[in-house]
């Protein structure tokens, strides 16, 4: 799901678009992988970094065990990289963990600590 999202937010567009938009075309689409991701955003979209591409290429792959986990996504040098050429979403991301963002419903919730 991470990989999907990245790519929407990153290309503008779904990786593996059917041609019909619905839910089951969508997974057929994607179970059936006809067409790969292409991975280039579109017009006016900013160009994006080979090394960010590398890591949501990372997080579609099919095989689950080539796939990255979570904890190694955030491990990726665009997340622990300090501030300079490419911009870091470490800092993005850890208020979010802190807010509960990534808590999944029906699981207990943690108090938040240090807000």
Do not use: D
């Not at 579109?42 to 990255?68: D, K, N, Y």
């Not at 040098?77 to 501030?83: E, G, M, S, V, Y």
């Amino acid at each position: 799901a991470l990989g999907v999202v990245a790519y929407v937010l990153l290309y503008g567009t779904w990786p593996y678009t059917p041609e019909r938009l619905t839910g089951s075309a969508m997974k057929a689409a994607i179970i059936a992988a006809t067409h790969a991701p292409r991975f280039c955003g579109r017009p006016g979209l900013a160009t994006i970094s080979e090394t960010c591409t590398g890591w949501v290429q990372s997080l579609l792959r099919r095989c689950p065990g080539h796939r990255l986990s979570a904890a190694q996504a955030l491990k990726h040098r665009n997340f622990t990289k300090p501030w300079g050429a490419e911009v870091s979403l470490f800092p993005t991301l850890a208020v979010a963990k802190r807010s509960g963002a990534f808590e999944l419903p029906g699981r207990a919730q943690k108090a938040p600590t240090g807000l």
